[in-house]
């Protein structure tokens, strides 16, 4: 019952995005999911859903599943190629992964029974899912850039003078780096999902031979970031420093609707904020900052992972956080909310699955409560922020690292203990 309104409420939201995509003339995530039958999709989502989906397989299987979307995807291009047909962002691959999927579903309907069909319709429903979910999120910050016209950056960067500005400090970093530190960075922001999904791989690795999915696992922290953090995008519109005083990093027309020309040499004037007018076209995706959000999942879930994954994770997690910092994409007062917002649904998700006890209870709502008083603070108090940053910058981080604390603390808890080995009582000898 639990899976089915889950279920219900997950195709109840996305007729709702459907619907509210087509109202602002853009095509809705189903739609879009749908047009990638034909038309040439965005490649990595469906290609990432497949090799998620594919952990259900066995190694033959793999290679033939494989080779299926290869030879689809070659028979598209040349058909394409044949008749001239103009390509969508330069993408011209990837209805093969998508062919595949369907098809193993109408596999495990008609060919399979009992658990072999429960856990196909699993693996397929899995990889869809990240497809799905990358459509709905598209949609979701389309809608914000509609429905949102005035943000709040004003009142973010003025308390983000309590953390120093890092934006503009690591900005000018970045910039001096030169085009070689640009463009790695540039490569781990842009590939976050390629980095969740190898995590996830490393996690469902043993689906196929057990027969069964893990209890928990990254997809699922992954999938719920990914859904309630654009919620928040509406009701915290925040376009980015490299957008509110800056050039714009699409070249979108960000200096016409910028506050002014100053990110990042000079860090912006401490006035009383005010909500701005800005265009249709920027995403209001800042606070919090779902990048750092979905890397802090990934740190979190190589912790217990062999060394190069522990290492990756980290590495993931630093670049992460330097990259939207140093190309404006965020502020600094935007992290400290997302590692509060990730470590929260974190904790709830593994506490749906392993049972509601007091310890996770507790960090839930100590979780949830730290980031409703952040989100609070930014909006109420921004000026008290700047104007004592030695008073308020210590306090947020206090604040991050008592959630973060919460966290560590409770999943000890979580963890099994090893029962001591009984040792045999000694033997008395007769004198």
């Known amino acids: 019952m639990l899976w089915a309104a889950a279920g219900v409420a997950a195709l ?14 853009q095509p809705g995530p189903i739609t879009s999911l749908l047009s990638g039958l034909i038309f040439a999709p965005k490649p990595g989502p469906l290609y990432g ?80 899912l990240l497809a799905v979910a990358r459509k709905s999120g598209d949609t979701w910050l389309f809608i914000t850039s509609k429905t949102r016209p005035a943000v709040l950056d004003q009142y973010v960067a003025t308390a983000d003078h309590a953390l120093g500005n890092p934006s503009w400090l690591v900005g000018r970093m970045v910039r001096a780096t030169g085009p070689i530190g640009s463009h790695v960075l540039h490569l781990v922001y842009a590939q976050l999902a390629v980095a ?59 200096v016409h609707w910028a506050v002014a020309n100053l990110w990042p040499d000079t860090p912006p004037p401490i006035n009383t904020p005010h909500p701005m007018s800005y265009d249709e076209i920027t995403p209001r995706n800042c606070m919090p900052s779902l990048h750092t959000a979905w890397a802090t ?31 404006g994409y965020h502020y600094g007062v935007d992290l400290v909310a997302g590692v509060v917002f990730a470590l929260t649904i974190e904790t709830a998700v593994r506490s749906l699955d392993r049972g509601w006890d007091r310890p996770g209870i507790q960090l839930v709502i100590c979780g949830a409560t730290v980031f409703a008083a952040l989100l609070v ?54 004198v």
């Open 49 to 128: 859903g497949m090799a998620l989906m594919m952990v259900v397989l066995t190694w033959r299987q793999r290679f033939i599943a494989a080779g299926v979307a290869i030879g689809i995807d070659v028979v598209f291009v040349l058909v394409r190629w044949a008749v001239d047909a103009r390509m969508s962002d330069g993408h011209f691959f990837g209805n093969g992964a998508l062919w595949v999927m369907v098809g193993c579903a109408v596999i495990a309907v008609t060919r399979r029974t009992g658990a072999e069909r429960v856990l196909l319709l699993k693996g397929v429903g899995l990889g869809l």
């Open 196 to 254: 969740a999904v190898i995590v996830a791989l490393y996690q469902l690795r043993n689906v196929a031979v057990e027969r069964r999915f893990p209890r928990h696992h990254l997809v699922r922290t992954f999938l719920v970031i990914g859904l309630l953090g654009p919620a928040i995008y509406m009701i915290f519109p925040v376009v980015g420093p490299v957008f509110a005083y800056g050039p714009g990093a699409s070249g979108t027309g960000g």
């Open 297 to 327: 999942a990934i740190f979190v879930h190589t912790r217990s992972a062999p060394r190069i994954l522990r290492f990756a994770g980290t590495f993931w997690l630093i670049a992460t956080l330097t990259a939207t910092l140093g190309f």
């Open 377 to 430: 603070s930014y909006r109420c108090l921004p000026m008290e922020m700047a104007r004592h940053p030695w008073v308020f910058g210590p306090l947020l981080i206090l604040a991050m690292t008592s959630v973060v604390y919460g966290y560590v603390r409770t999943t000890k808890l979580w963890e099994p203990t090893a029962a001591p080995t009984p040792q045999p009582e000694p033997r008395l000898e007769p």
């Open 12 to 25: 109840g939201f996305l007729i709702t995005l459907e619907i509210a995509g087509h109202h602002y003339g």
